[in-house]
């Protein structure tokens, strides 16, 4: 838990990270958008980005990427302080939310442009653009204009765009945000295998927490320009270091201080997820050792396909959501109001203990 | 919305007569320059091109001609260069007095030209001590024609998404190769739609250059105001004053074909790549 939330600094001395960022801040007038962000991202690694908007995920990316000059703090790449750099004299590539593809130009023109700047000759170029077009499904497209192809389309020739230029590490800036769900699903699976295959490192921003469970090797999540924890999807979502976390990634069923005082006598507040409570209707609770059991009242519940959500007033607690995956015995007139007994294995408790212990 | 019978023949007729009440002078101006009667009769007593090989020979005609192309040709030119550099720096940063001088920038094409006029011949003859001369009147022309320029490429840069030319700098391009591959070519359109405004509106500008010419120097329009009641020029300033319409015209419909071109552009390109 500790070495996680001390912001991934124990990645000891072995490796030279693709990226480390130290004490990065970026001051916008009276407006700290970044606050002093601590991170070390691995050679091809899939690390995301996670937070609600405002938070400075944006920022980190672009600080990384050049568009922006940190206030203070230093950005290494490879080892190499790029702090300083423009944009054009960094290693790194980007794939930008509104994908910014020129719409003057063709997609063999708009995926040959970096290296076109680089100074390859025309022939070279193109058949290097028609490789990395055709390796996103786009080759039959090579003579099109940006504005004759669909959202998912362009999404494909932004990053291929990025992709042609070889960087060591690849930005990616929501580039899924724009898709219908779907799509949006595919373009995942799509971007993970691409990865796995390029290996090469990708940092993807992203508010939408189920997008960054599903590809990341590692999370961070970024709240008020810092961040609050960094680890494997499995360790945020299981063992959130604190009630941002435990709020922000998925449902959590959060107790207080004092009504964990009075369950367990330990004054922190602590987290349940709703999967792991279970919902007696009637007769007798389970009793046994390790699991905990309190009495409440339904107040309403939502069939959600596989499952069903309770909401559940406990009788000397929170109202809670529990996530229940059989058949519940009656409908809405027989069930809500009716008294239920939720109980859960204590092991399954997360203890949020404030910050700074 | 959904016209009546009525309402529509009413819309029609008034759209006609108005029209008709802007485009018959036009016509008549025309007509007449072609027109074999003197005192320009009305019906026309038949056809002549004697109007028109007199001004192609008139010395003074020819010559304010080219002074007007010139005038416009150079005024345009300064004013492409100006107003892009304007345009570029009111919309892309922020500094202490930008709305003010946004503002100052579009003033010249409000005020009157008797205004403009008046105080750029004060300006030059009093205070500069610049004789007055074509020079002059190009660069009172730049003042207002560079509001066109600045107005078409202000708008582009606002619809322009400013990723472009970060997604440039993010592929390794520098600030000039940014600026040739990217930035130019989504402004070229606005460019030539201004600088074609900004080159009609110098063309058959009047009172301004009234004020700012100098002394032996005639434009286009400078010419027809000196020679419209000399009883014997009348037929030749119906000629003049063809040129000047057609002169006037032909770049606002270009600038027209030319947007209206590139949408049938690439419309015609995807049914070649659905092939």
Known sequence: MTETLAAGTSTGTEEVPAIRLRKLTKVFGDTVAVNGVDLDIRHGEFFSMLGPSGSGKTTVLRLIAGFELPTSGSIELEGKDVSAMAPFQRDVNTVFQDYALFPHMSLVDNVGYGLRVRGMPGSQRRERAREALDRVQLGKFLGRKPAQLSGGQRQRVALARALVVEPKVLLLDEPLGALDLKLRQQMQVELKELQRSLGITFIFVTHDQEEALTMSDRIGVFNNGGIEQIGTAHEIYERPGDIFVANFVGTSNIFDAAQAQALYGRADPLCIRPERLRVAWAGDPERRSGITSRPGTVTSFVYVGHATQVRVQLDDGPAVVALVPEKLPGGDAELVNGPVTVSWDDAAVVWLPARGT | ?275
Request: charged share 10%; net charge positive; hydrophobic share 55%.
């Open chain 2, 1 to 275: 919305m959904r016209l009546s019978r009525s309402a529509k023949v009413v819309l029609g007729v008034v759209t006609v007569l108005v029209l008709l009440f802007i485009y018959t002078p036009l016509l008549l101006v025309v007509v007449n320059s072609f027109n074999a009667d003197r005192t320009f009769g009305w019906p026309p007593k038949g056809f002549t091109l004697e109007w028109w090989g007199k001004a192609f020979d008139s010395p003074g005609v020819r010559e304010a001609v080219l002074s007007s192309l010139w005038v416009a040709v150079v005024s345009t030119l300064i004013s492409l260069l100006l107003g892009t550099l304007l345009a570029l720096s009111l919309q892309r940063y922020k500094f202490f007095g930008r709305n003010i001088i946004s503002l100052l920038v579009i003033l010249p094409i409000a005020l009157p030209g008797v205004v403009t006029g008046i105080a750029l011949n004060n300006m030059f003859t009093t205070i500069l001590g610049v004789p007055l001369s074509l020079w002059t009147v190009v660069i009172a022309h730049a003042t207002f024609c560079m509001v066109t320029v600045f107005n078409n490429v202000i708008a582009r840069l606002r619809r322009m998404s400013p990723g472009l030319e970060e997604a440039s700098a993010d592929l390794g391009a520098g600030l000039f190769t940014t600026f040739n591959l990217v930035t130019f070519p989504q402004l070229r359109s606005a460019l030539l739609a201004g600088g074609l405004l900004a080159f009609a509106l110098s063309f058959d500008e009047i009172i301004v250059t009234t004020f700012t010419i100098g002394a032996g120097e005639t434009t286009l329009p400078i010419w027809i105001l000196q020679n419209l009641f000399r009883p014997n020029q009348a037929p030749v300033v119906n000629v003049v004053a063809v040129v000047l319409i057609v002169v006037s015209i032909v770049p606002i419909w270009l600038a027209q074909k030319l947007s209206g071109d590139s949408v049938r552009v690439s419309g015609a390109r995807v049914k070649a790549d659905e092939r």
